[in-house]
């Protein structure tokens, strides 16, 4: 299998731009997460889905920021308008279906900067 | 609220020099914990997990974690070090029934020639 996919690798925007990220989860997998990264607040879970459906959305930091997942095998995270404070690497993973809590297969990450 | 804590920010050993990586949580039920790996560049890799049972741990790469329930910890351990190592380190706690992990803030290893 290929592991989770994300595109582009690496995007630089100005602010007020719009950035949109591309996820492809494992196939066969259940769950999807969106995760910001920055050296200041670590790892934080943004949002994540079951089933392509959101169950929780408490991370996303505000308005400007919006996910889809609208089928099994892609989602987007979409940020508008962009913001310096946004530059972040941003990483998706994904996660088997399971009774209990597994283990989740993180992508390579997109690292953004908004200039 | 659910919490992870690794006390040290970035560790230097000696390469062949054992290793240990503290990590503490604070979760009111039982804990699931995973220490995740990444490499510069790279995304997160599971490196081991503890669910139930025995409570030493063995990962991938020669790592082991011990649960201490006692102690709120679940220190990383390898006993000889390689430069391929170097890495930052992340030990998270499983939010039972929620699907979520909290990670804490991160170890970055360093290895000595």
């Known amino acids: ?115 | 609220a659910q919490s992870v804590t690794q006390p040290d920010i970035h560790i230097t050993v000696s390469e062949g020099a054992s290793l240990e990586l503290r990590c503490n949580y604070s979760y009111g039920a039982t804990p699931y914990l995973f220490w995740y790996v990444q490499s510069p560049g790279q995304g997160l890799q599971l490196l081991l997990k503890y669910f139930s049972g025995d409570t030493l741990v063995q990962g991938i790469k020669g790592f082991e974690a011990e649960f201490k329930r006692s102690q709120s910890s679940f220190n990383l351990r390898k006993p000889s070090v390689h430069w391929s190592d170097a890495a930052e380190y992340f030990c998270a706690v499983g939010i039972q029934g929620a699907q979520k992990l909290v990670f804490g803030q991160g170890t970055r290893l360093t290895i000595n020639p």
Not at chain 1, 51 to 60: C, F, L, Y
Not at chain 1, 104 to 112: A, E
């Open chain 1, 1 to 115: 299998d290929a592991g989770v996919i994300q595109s582009p690798r690496h995007e630089v925007t100005e602010m007020g731009q719009e950035v949109t990220l591309r996820c492809k989860p494992i196939s066969g997998h259940d769950y999807l997460f969106w995760y910001r990264q920055t050296m200041m607040r670590g790892l934080e879970l943004l949002i994540y889905f079951n089933n392509n459906v959101p169950i929780d959305d408490s991370g996303m930091p505000e308005d400007r920021f919006s996910a889809k997942m609208p089928n099994a095998s892609f989602s987007t995270l979409k940020i508008q308008p962009s913001e310096p404070r946004d530059s972040a690497v941003y990483f998706c993973a994904s996660s088997p279906i399971s009774t209990d809590l597994d283990t989740q297969y993180f992508g390579p990450g997109t690292r953004l900067t908004v200039l």
